[in-house]
């Protein structure tokens, strides 16, 4: 019983903060209700028994909400707690198209016949992941790694507003580098 | 609670974000929207690995779908800062030459 009541619980706050993620008019408030969103979801995970799970969600979602303020006052240049605003467009077609795409996806969930479930769940689904992924996994977490590092990589590239090739030249054999300020070390 | 029932909000949750992705102008609220709509993908595959197949490979499919957002957040917001860099702005409609 109290596992029902939880489930709704969360479940309704999880699609409540998520409308009003798109609802509220500060960026701010946004965040916020997007962070509760995730919140919500990690607990239900949770009461699947994915404890290892629900717990990275909603620890790497606050802080990515964290985050998220952050670039928010940065590009925004204003306090986005006090100043609402309306950024919004195509909101009819928008909402049409959600509209159909949840109707598709509720009566795929209510009419398919879904199998009954094969094989029980480990006593500990944290040890279990934890064999898995150092075990018949391995390739999977071998193949996230790159594609994480070379996120970094593009992600500072494309941040970086002077990178070597500006300074020293696209085949980098500039001797002196070209900065906008002169200085440094040997100059 | 049944699988139904938790697709059914999985369902609800990925259709805000998807309603989310469409309409916000705003990069990082795009961004926002395409979080919720990966949230409603972690929440299904939970659902789908506890009620039909409670193995412990189900679990890695997961990691690897918060892998695929944490990528999403950190590529999304190096173009949005790209983006305001070059045009001072941090608005899908003032790079709709992008597309394609």
């Known amino acids: ?187 | 609670m049944t699988l139904q029932l938790v697709l059914l909000i999985a369902a609800a949750l990925f259709s805000v974000g998807l309603y989310g992705t469409l309409s916000q102008q705003v990069v990082v609220m795009v961004m926002m929207g395409i979080e919720v709509m990966l949230n409603a993908v972690i929440l299904a595959a939970a659902a789908v690995w506890w009620f039909l197949a409670p193995t412990p490979d189900g679990q890695t499919l997961l990691l690897v779908v918060i892998a695929a957002m944490t990528v999403e957040m950190a590529m999304g917001f190096a173009g949005a800062i790209v983006l305001h860099r070059s045009r001072n702005s941090d608005m899908t409609d003032s790079a709709t030459d992008l597309a394609g």
């Open chain 1, 1 to 187: 019983m109290l596992e029902a009541i939880l489930f709704w619980l969360f479940g309704v706050v999880a699609v409540a903060s998520a409308v009003a993620v798109f609802r509220t008019d500060s960026m701010a408030r946004a965040s916020y209700a997007l962070a509760v969103s995730f919140i919500a979801v990690g607990a239900i995970v949770v009461q699947v028994r994915l404890d290892y799970i629900g717990l990275i969600i909603v620890l790497m979602m606050v802080m990515e909400m964290a985050i998220m303020a952050v670039f928010m006052v940065m590009f925004m240049g204003m306090n986005p707690a006090l100043m609402p605003m309306d950024m919004t467009h195509d909101k009819r077609r928008s909402v049409l198209f959600s509209v159909v795409v949840f109707a598709v996806l509720a009566a795929a969930a209510v009419l398919i016949p879904w199998p009954a479930r094969t094989g029980s769940p480990p006593s500990d689904t944290i040890e279990s992941l934890g064999n898995t992924i150092m075990s018949s996994k391995m390739l999977v977490m071998l193949t996230i790694s790159p594609v994480l590092f070379a996120t970094i990589v593009s992600a500072l590239v494309l941040a970086n507003p002077r990178g070597r090739y500006d300074r020293y030249g696209d085949g980098l054999d500039r001797r002196i580098p070209e900065d906008p300020q002169r200085g440094g070390l040997g100059r």
